[in-house]
């Protein structure tokens, strides 16, 4: 597998999507592909709702400093995030350990900012923010997959 250098994956023919910024709040470092929210402040943070949607955000690169994908928002940062829509993919953080074996696997927010698998039986399934395209093993490191957001997205943030 190459490495990713964007967050956005756009086909030929595409606009990029909606962004917002914000400060990055105190305490927080937010990783390019992440899953962020704002908090009460209007600051953005690391999603922080294990399988949950709320209203997130796609932490995009800092272009105007010409940093990559390595290299981590700071606090106090104004950062830029995309508002994810339906049928739009992205490079985004799954946390480490998660073994996707099929593309279209769920994948949900790990409360860290991160996705994980998504639990998708029983009683109470977590929410699917995003479908895996690509089979990756994470193994001992988060690591960017490819993901799409599917049709029927939760994110109120793209309503």
Known sequence: MSAKNVIYVASLG??????????????????????????????????????EARDFFVANLNAEAQEGVATAWAVGDTCTAFIPGPKQYYNMVVAAGQNITAKGTALTSNGDGTLKIATITGA???VTVAVADEVVNTGGATALVRVRIPTASANLASA
């Not at 990055?24 to 209007?42: C, D, E, F, R, Y």
């Open 124 to 126: 109470t399934p977590d």
């Open 14 to 51: 595409d606009t990029c999507p909606e962004q917002e910024q914000a400060k990055i709040a105190s305490a927080q470092t937010v990783v390019p592909g992440a899953m962020v929210l704002k908090n009460a402040s209007g600051e953005f943070i690391d999603h922080n709702a294990a399988g």
